[in-house]
């Protein structure tokens, strides 16, 4: 199999070669990262309610449309996750051409009206469908591709920690905010609490894309040398978004990130129906919740993950964490079926769940940049980033519809995802690490003799 993807890379003669570390802008804009950085966590934690909140909604919305089968409810949350990436790569290349700033602010005024709207207007599931799907979906996704192409441009140095302080934002909002999202629910109804968080978080939000924007061309860290760190292969090669189809490591990392996605996915979507699945739903923990503290606890176990396994992936590599964290998810996957009726272990296992899915998007985007180079990265980080839509019909509609075949229980959807998880695993290790290694070298000793 290594073989035959290794094939299809394309030559250095068919590659643009522009070594970004060539020309190198003044390092007057060094501080000027950790602003940006800064700022990007910011717009994190404010965007990661738009996805990891939907679950706090769904009881209102049962409750509100009497009659309509809970599948067709989750399948809100597959449509939102659809409009979050497919649409991407082309966001990706208009974000590299016109620059960042213009498409954040693009990104936030749809977060704001989907959530605006949809909370003060909507009468049926098919109008969520739209404002919440698609709507919010698109500037979720477009937002969240800008930040992480920005932290890997500004930090080709500590990439995989600039992705994962970046993605700890994402994690940390859901850390922060679930439980005065689930007060404000109950104080005053899903939608009224819907239409306040969305216009508060999207006025944060387009504020601060007036504060981000990319490095100059060629910029790079003062006396930074891509080839002092072993552990991790860069490339010297800016490769454009129709080159990086042509390279096999590109359909190993998609398939990689649509195989890791699919458990955490589906707890996320899930998260209040596999409580009720688990006879655990009723259960409260100093007197919040247990979906809404397990949904806390779930969101410091995603920021701890992004930054330490990103930060680890600079030192040991990155397919070598992959396949360590891999593992991890699979295990704790496989115990959330074997822990109902209990609500301690169900605020214990779920976190770790989170500990191993939360570092994808860490890994994935800082190995994007260290294979395809940087100047493309929105471009070519935003196709990959579709692997994680191609799960989710399956995570949203697809596990819901099977826990009804089976009297409601999600065991079946965690056993497919546990197995998943073990092939990630098994193709990060003995798939993607060859092929990555010998393509960056071949490439890069090539363009070193032109």
């Keep these: 199999m290594t073989a035959a993807l290794a094939k299809q890379s394309p030559s250095v003669e068919d590659v643009q070669l522009t070594n970004s570390t060539d020309a190198v802008a003044p390092t007057s804009t060094t501080k000027n990262r950790w602003i940006q950085l800064v700022a990007g966590i910011a717009v994190m934690i404010l965007l ?136 404000t629910i109950h104080a005053i109804g899903w939608g009224h609490a819907m239409a306040i968080w969305g216009a ?120 070598n964490t992959m396949t360590i964290v891999f593992l991890l998810e699979a295990v704790s996957i496989f115990f959330v079926t074997q822990i109902t009726g209990n609500p301690i272990l169900f605020v214990i296992i779920f976190p770790i769940v989170f500990l191993g899915y939360g570092q994808i998007n860490t890994l994935l985007s800082a190995t994007t940049g260290d294979l395809f180079g940087t100047r493309n990265v929105s471009a070519n980080f935003g196709m990959i980033y579709t692997g994680k839509g191609a799960a989710a019909m399956f995570s949203g509609w697809g596990a819901a519809a099977i826990a009804s075949a089976f009297a409601g229980s999600f065991a079946a959807p965690y056993y497919i995802a546990a197995v998943c998880d073990l092939l990630a695993a098994a193709l990060a290790f003995f798939a993607l690490k060859p092929i990555a290694r010998r393509t960056v070298a071949r490439v890069d000793n090539q363009a070193r003799q032109i």
Aim: hydrophobic residues 50%.
């Design 200 to 319: 508060i978080q999207g006025l944060v939000i387009f504020a601060l894309a007036l504060v981000v924007s990319f490095p100059p061309q060629g910029w790079a860290p003062a006396g930074w040398d891509a080839t002092a760190v072993k552990s991790v292969v860069q490339t010297k090669v800016d490769y454009s978004w129709r080159q990086t189809l042509r390279m096999p490591e590109f359909y190993l990392l998609y398939f990689i990130h649509f195989l890791i996605s699919l458990g955490g996915l589906m707890t996320l979507g899930n998260l209040s129906e596999i409580a009720r699945s688990l006879q655990v739903e009723k259960a409260t923990v100093l007197g919040v919740s247990i979906v809404a503290f397990a949904a806390t606890a779930n969101g410091i176990a995603n920021t701890a993950s992004r930054i330490v396994w990103g930060s680890t992936s600079d030192r040991v590599g990155r397919e």
């Design 48 to 183: 990661s309610n738009y996805q990891y909140s939907f679950t706090l909604f769904t009881p209102g919305m049962r409750e509100q449309f009497v009659g309509t089968p809970y599948s067709s409810i989750a399948l809100i949350f597959s449509i939102f996750v659809l409009f979050e990436t497919w649409p991407v790569p082309i966001a990706g290349v208009l974000i590299d051409t016109f620059g960042i700033r213009r498409l954040m602010i693009v990104g936030s005024i749809l977060v704001s009206l989907g959530w605006i709207v949809a909370g003060m207007t909507a009468t049926s599931v098919a109008q969520l469908y739209l404002l919440y799907g698609v709507v919010t979906g698109l500037g979720t996704g477009i937002i969240y591709l800008a930040i992480v192409a920005n932290a890997i441009k500004w930090f080709p140095d500590r990439r995989g920690l600039a992705a994962g302080l970046t993605a700890a934002g994402f994690g940390g909002g859901s850390a922060l905010t679930p439980i005065p999202i689930s007060l």
